[in-house]
Every structure is written in structure tokens, then in C-alpha cells.
């Protein structure tokens, strides 16, 4: 099962995201939560600890792996039978792979995340922003994120099996 949670800034989909893994957990699934934010300034650090905190006050307990450039890498080497993995967030993937500035690299990284969804034993849940409801941004890379995060998220919902967008907290199921 392949489910892919969007929604925009502060929009509930993590928390929702978390709430589909409970699910999961209630059924006896581990849980793994794959975490790709990089700690880059205050605010971010301060974001991730918040979720940090989320997560230590569920009542299931998670196992947590930390990979912000090879997810599909990380995918395939955690991957089991009986477990669920909410990776937490594409669009996160993406903004550090075009920070470093390496075309080739984000393509790479892009395709073998793909390739590893459909061949995972383990439930997944993705959690990504939806960008594409605005203005076209001003600058080059801006408009670059926008671009690729829209293309990534019609690929990544294409191969699910299920797909939710969260506004206001409220889930609106896409494709069941």
C-alpha cells in the first residue's frame, strides 16, 4: 500500500499522515518514520522538534531514520514485511537536492525512489506539499522547486494506491 498525504503549509498533513500510521500500529505494524528535514537554521531545528515531541507523545513508539539525499537507498535497506514507513517529506527531498545545485543528482535520487515504492514489502506513507495551487514564483529556483515538486507528486500519485489532500485539517480522499 502505497498512500500519499499533500496538503499545504501547516495544512494538518503530517499530524494526519501520523494518524493513518496509528492505524497501522494498532494492527501490530512497527512503525519507521523516515525524516528528510536538514536543520539548516533556528526555525527548521525548532520545527523538527516539535515533531520530535509529536511522535515521543503517540502512543505507539517509532523507529526513526534521518536520510535527507538517498531515501530510495533507505527505502529498499529498511524494508520488511508488517510494517508501515511514513517518510516525512518529498518536498523536503527535493529543496535539498536542488540546494546542492546538482541537476543529475536529483534525477538519480528521484527515479530510484520511485523504482523502491513499488517494490517495498513495507505500507508507506508520504507526506508532501502541494505547491502548485499558487502565483508562479519569482526567481529561477523557485519556480525549479515548484516545477519538480508538481511532477514529483503526479509521479508519486500515479503509483499510489491511495491519495488524500489535507486542508485545514480536514482530509478529502483523491484517490481510493
Not at 77 to 102: F, S
Request: aromatic share 6%.
Amino acid at each position: 500500500m502505497i498512500h500519499l498525504v499533500l496538503g499545504g503549509a501547516r495544512s494538518g498533513k503530517s499530524r494526519y499522515a501520523e494518524q493513518c500510521v496509528a492505524e497501522y500500529a494498532a494492527i501490530g505494524y512497527s512503525c519507521v518514520y523516515l525524516a528528510t528535514a536538514t536543520a539548516l537554521d533556528h526555525e527548521m531545528s525548532a520545527r523538527i522538534n516539535q515533531h520530535q515531541q509529536d511522535r515521543m507523545s503517540s502512543a505507539h513508539s517509532w523507529t526513526l531514520h534521518e536520510q535527507a539525499y538517498d531515501v530510495g537507498q533507505t527505502l529498499l535497506a529498511i524494508d520488511k514485511p508488517q510494517q508501515v514507513i511514513l517518510l516525512d517529506c518529498l518536498t523536503l527531498l527535493l529543496t535539498n537536492h536542488l540546494l546542492l545545485n546538482d541537476g543529475a543528482s536529483w534525477a538519480t535520487q528521484k527515479s530510484l525512489l520511485i523504482d523502491s515504492l513499488s517494490a517495498l514489502q513495507s505500507d508507506v506513507v508520504l507526506v508532501s506539499n502541494e505547491v502548485g495551487s499558487g502565483i508562479v514564483p519569482m526567481g529561477e529556483l523557485n519556480r525549479r522547486f515548484v516545477d519538480e515538486a508538481g511532477w514529483l507528486n503526479q509521479e508519486i500519485a500515479a503509483i499510489s494506491d491511495q491519495v488524500t489532500l489535507v486542508v485545514s485539517g480536514l482530509p478529502l480522499a483523491l484517490k481510493a
